[in-house]
């Protein structure tokens, strides 16, 4: 993994760039003393933090905010389990390595739009265009599941992977950010194979994870409908639960250009 993180920041980086010409950059975060906005006081916030003056004006109590406290933070995952390492032709890449490129090039420009970004479950935040290095070099080592419990306020997440996982999993791991005021978005990338099932005849399927028995089917065109019907039930399951939990949800195949799926990505983060 280490061998491949230089090339992999440099393709992210291309990708980010090509974006980027496309799209308004988002408001920069300042050095912490510029003002952004005043929001009401919650629980936990440190009396000192109360703007009096504003709060007078109002049967509420208000904090004043500075730009850089406003920086968003975003958290990123992708799936590093076994079934990414997979890809249905030598003429496109993995899933995992797809996975790497997009979440390496969507930090690549929260970071040039000075937010702050880490990895889901890892407690360094990293800031400013020169960090994609060190986070790159992070997310070679760093293997931790969809969950954190230390994110601030504004933190919104990214999660990135095939998600064919039963429902309930995912439906536990979404449930537990937002249960938090977390809002994300979810990102399925499968190789083309996996969503038309292209084979024929007599053909047997390996399993991927430790102890996941083969299966061998006869004729395998023979289950194709089904195998689309089951599939789209699924993907329809994963929007449901990001729709319930205030989410968004968008899919991407691994022979059409990551610049598709990393705009849509950075749309899916802009500010309302």
Request: glycine share 12%; hydrophobic share 45%; aromatic share 6%.
């Amino acid at each position: 993994m280490g061998s491949r993180l230089p090339p992999l920041v440099v393709a992210a980086e291309r990708v980010a760039a090509t974006v980027m010409q496309g799209v308004h950059g988002r408001r920069r975060a300042g050095q912490g003393d510029a003002f952004w906005q005043f929001r009401p006081y919650l629980p936990g916030d440190a009396v000192g933090r109360i703007d009096w003056r504003q709060s007078a004006k109002s049967d509420r109590l208000y904090v004043r905010e500075t730009e850089w406290e406003a920086a968003q933070s975003v958290a990123l995952w992708r799936d590093a389990g076994p079934g990414m390492a997979w890809r249905g032709g030598a003429d496109r890449p993995e899933k995992g390595e797809r996975a790497e490129l997009l979440l390496l090039a969507l930090a690549s420009l929260l970071l040039r739009g000075g937010e702050r970004v880490r990895l889901l479950g890892a407690r360094r935040a990293f800031a400013g265009r020169g960090a994609l290095p060190a986070l790159a070099d992070m997310l070679g080592r760093h293997q931790p599941g969809p969950a954190d419990d230390s994110l601030p306020r504004h933190a919104r997440a990214v999660l990135i992977g095939d998600f064919l996982a039963p429902l309930e999993e995912t439906r536990g791991a979404v449930a537990a950010l937002a249960g938090r005021g977390l809002r994300g978005h979810l990102l399925q990338v499968l190789d083309p194979a996996e969503e038309t099932l292209p084979y024929a005849g007599r053909v047997r399927f390996e399993g991927i994870g430790a102890g996941e028995p083969a299966l061998l089917l006869p004729r395998v065109e023979g289950v194709r409908a089904l195998y689309a019907e089951r599939l789209a039930a699924h993907r329809a399951g994963l929007a449901a639960i990001a729709a319930a939990a205030g989410w968004s949800f968008a899919t991407h195949r691994t022979d059409t250009p990551p610049e598709v799926a990393l705009l849509a990505l950075w749309q899916a983060l802009a500010p309302a």
